[in-house]
């Protein structure tokens, strides 16, 4: 079945840092979604991408959609310890199945 | 208040005995899907609805039932557990806007599941 491989799997970062990670897939998507979750809880979408080559913002995180239709790219900049919790890429192109990469677990060094 | 509730939120059981989880959203959502949390593989889509009698398989959907005889509702079902189906359950809902389906998804609190 079709794959996202999104890497890193961790990152334990200083508080200030920027992040990157990112996802690539098998297969070609229409939408990419960025989610984050938080111990205990269902993720929470925080970026939407439906063209190929759009960057979109949502305060200090930006999201790519690649140009290849196959991968995404996530951005935070300036790390603060709220940002600790995993992140999501998920990748769909119908009104079917959503494929979820493995996530990445972001630690934040006090 | 706009959610998805989900019940149980824990449940201890054993091989082979049925057992339902239960999954309502209170938004009026066609789109309801149930997906499996497991670590190191992030969520696996199990099954979806796309509306009212109509579902289809998701990712991993071998050894679950569902249905979806209500708007609101979408139960799923294991007619008989094992232990590599213990996992956290997510159910998540969402409007089948002009965008796609699964934009704006709204995840439910989590079940966590244990087959002994």
């Known amino acids: 079945g079709q794959q996202l491989n999104q890497s890193p799997q961790s990152m334990f970062i200083q508080e200030g840092e920027d992040v990157s990670m990112n996802c690539t897939s098998s297969?070609?998507?229409?939408?990419w979604l960025w989610y984050k979750q938080e111990p205990g809880e269902g993720p929470v979408l925080l970026i939407a991408?439906?063209?190929?080559?759009e960057l979109t913002s949502n305060g200090r995180l930006t999201a790519q959609f690649g140009i290849t239709r196959k991968d995404s790219f996530l951005n935070i900049s300036a790390s603060i310890p709220s940002d600790v919790g995993i992140y999501f890429c998920a990748g769909y192109s119908s009104a079917s199945k959503i494929i979820f990469g493995s996530g990445t677990r972001l630690s934040i060094r006090p | 208040e706009a959610q998805v509730t989900q019940n149980p939120r824990y449940l201890i059981t054993v091989t082979g005995k049925k057992l339902t989880v239960t999954c309502s959203q209170n938004m009026n959502h066609e789109y309801m899907s149930w997906y499996r949390q497991d670590p190191g593989l992030g969520l696996r889509q199990i099954y979806y609805?796309?509306?009212?009698?109509?579902?289809d398989k998701g990712d991993v959907p071998e050894g679950y039932k569902v249905s979806r005889k209500e708007k609101r509702n979408f139960p799923l079902i294991l007619e008989s557990p094992s232990p590599n189906q213990t996992s956290l359950y997510f159910c998540?809902?969402?409007?089948?806007?002009?965008?796609?389906?699964?934009?704006?998804?709204?995840f439910g609190p989590g079940t966590r599941l244990t087959v002994l």
């Open positions: 609805s796309m509306n009212v009698e109509v579902t």
């Open positions: 297969s070609i998507f229409n939408t």
């Open positions: 998540a809902s969402s409007r089948q806007g002009t965008s796609g389906p699964y934009n704006e998804q709204f």
């Open positions: 991408l439906y063209k190929a080559g």
